[in-house]
């Protein structure tokens, strides 16, 4: 079809389908859907104004895709079944073609029309199952079903490449796979059309410095539309998604349509008045430089053996990001953002030992119990109430959690960060916040550096004593002498003798051996190196004792006939031993071997050297054991595996 | 900070016991009975001695 200039069957006001893809036009003038058909033009009924959005997309953005220029051209606003508006906006392309940007949350979803191959059919609605992978869909990747709902057509703008029905209900599913793969079934034909695409990013369509439209938070007035139920002024920061709001005044759970407040119910009060340490609109800096405001918090709970245990979330807000969640337990926090469902890689998720692998990390399961709304304050962009309750199951591989949240229609994964108080007080320009009184399920282990940093070293030592013992080679023998010492006067009274001259080399240790054929008796040596050349002397003492017998339990003995000791290198030279030696049996000669080696083989410095390293790793690892153990001992699937990966 | 100096004293210890392989120093006698046993510095080396 071509470019076509008509008046408004409702208003008769000039329109024009510019776009040779528009099936409806939307009239500027009196917002009524206009459907050009083969007999003309159709009136298919008013349509409502586009609520207000934060949205950093426009009709009219011209932006490029994988080379191809294009234009936005029209818009629809749809509602989900569960409460809550997404965009969808209708990009022509220059090539021709039409491509769906879905904008939900602050993430985008570019998807095209995808012709199904002959004879292939999707299941039906009915049929589908959250999870199922939906085989006959071309596409790179698989694609599963992540959610499963009806969408209701409530407002739209410019020119849509389909016919928009106002209010039309429809069913859809959404599908996800890997690298970001997204498709969307949609049921309103038949049979059904198949969309597939990727989650997209605004640089990668060309709008990078495209921005959120700036305004003030609108204030509802305590005269027109402040609190239904005391009057109370309400303020909305993210009034285009907020379904629920609850009046800090009189404690309200209200509704949000359209900016229109309606009382829904009174909150029961929490068991314990909920202390949230950070109020309701502050602000806190993530994801590098992005800034989030809290706009609401909730207080959840699950019960484990009888237990009820609590903790807060908050749910933070940015126009350009949307929203991330702030978990608060044990004052322990998490950052918590989405995760694409078809990224985890789950076999059996459920029960002891189940793990599931996100990213290439593989992640053990450590709670699986109902989580239920205890309490709520601030503004939610779905229908939040009071006893809404999943089934939540959370996996953990320090620093991080991953978190299924499932319900029949939808099944949610999300992955949490680990965030120090420390962090928390920096994002926030807070001080002081409650310190944590235990382990948390995704608290990394910061000692973790002492352990393998410390084996790191003891592997260099390693290296460095093998290295060592290569470059030195093995030990030489400059001196092997056996002398004999004659008979002296007493057993106090020395002999002295002294050895061959024998050759030292330098820098390498020396080792003197003296054995002497004693026998229940004892011989002490004083052996003095002397330095022929400058006659400096190094002196070292060898006592020798050995005694032996038999008595009730048997043989024994004590002492040995050969000693050592052992000197640092000397300097390179000529040498000469002289034995000076006292023995018990004086009257009798004594021979002595006197061995003399160098570059000898001792474990003493590698020991010391080995102790000295390993103290701190080895009280780390002890540490760590029983920081595991704390940690798992909170766990419903108690295991004391210590082998996760936390630094 | 503590890392680093943890660092430093580590790799100062493999040094050290490089140093003394290759110069031969000996930290301590290990011979029984030896009086030795308190390292000192003589000379130009590290030098374990009576």
Known sequence: ??????????????????????????????????????????????????????????????????????????????RHEMGGVWD????????????WLAEAQGRFYLTFYQPLPQGAQVPSFEHLQLGQAVNGIPNQTPLMVTEKGVATSVAADGEIPYKLEPNERSNYADLSGKNNAFGTIDYSMNPPWVFVGNQVTLEEMGLGDARPVKREAQRVSAQGMGCPNCGGPLTLTAPDKAERVTCPYCNSLLDVNQGKLKWLKALKPPPSPPEFVLPIGAEGTFMGDARFKIIGAVVRSVTVDGIKYFWHEYLLYNPMIGFRWLVHSDNHWNFVEPVNPAEVESGQIYGTGATVTYKGKKFKIFQDAPAVVEFVQGEFYWRVEQGETVRAVDFIA????????????????????????????????????????????????????????????????????????????????????????????????????????????????VRITANAPVSNSYAEFDVDLINEQNQEIESLFIPIEYYS??????????????????????????????????????????????????????GVNFCCAFVVLAILPILALIRKFSFESRRWSESMFGSTSGGSDDD | MFKTLFLIFGIGVILLYTMASLFGWEFANAGSRSRLGTPFFYGGGFRGGK
């Open chain 1, 1 to 78: 079809m071509s470019v076509l200039k008509a008046n408004c069957p409702s208003c008769a006001a000039p329109i024009e389908f510019q776009k040779g893809s528009t099936i409806v036009l939307i009239c500027p003038y009196c917002r009524s859907a206009v459907a050009r058909t083969d007999r003309g033009l159709d009136d298919l009924g008013k349509v409502a104004e586009i609520m207000d959005s934060e949205s950093p997309l426009k009709l009219g953005l011209k932006g490029q895709y994988k080379g191809q220029r294009f234009e936005l051209t029209g818009r629809a606003q749809l």
């Open chain 1, 88 to 99: 969808e906006w209708y990009a022509t392309f220059s090539n021709g073609w039409v491509g």
């Open chain 1, 398 to 509: 320090p620093p991080l959690v991953l978190s299924q949240e499932s319900t029949k229609n939808e099944v949610n994964w999300s992955v949490g960060v680990y965030q120090t108080n420390a962090d928390i007080e920096k994002a926030f320009g807070v001080a002081d916040l409650p310190k944590p009184w235990s382990i948390a399920p995704n608290q990394p282990f910061t000692g973790g550096f002492y352990i393998k940093a410390g084996f790191a070293l003891l592997g260099l030592l390693f290296l460095s004593a093998i290295f060592t013992t290569l470059i030195g080679g093995f030990g030489n023998v400059p001196l092997n002498q056996t002398i004999t010492l004659p008979p002296t006067t007493s057993a106090t009274t020395p002999q002295t003798i002294f050895s061959q001259p024998f050759e030292l080399k330098g820098n390498r240790n």
């Open chain 1, 549 to 602: 017998g038999t008595d009730s339990d048997g043989s024994w003995t004590e002492g040995s006939q050969t000693q050592d000791a052992t000197l640092s290198s000397l300097p390179a030279g000529k040498y000469t031993l002289r034995v000076e030696g006292t023995w018990q049996n004086f009257q009798q000669p004594i021979s002595v071997n006197v061995k003399v080696e160098q570059n000898v083989a001792r």
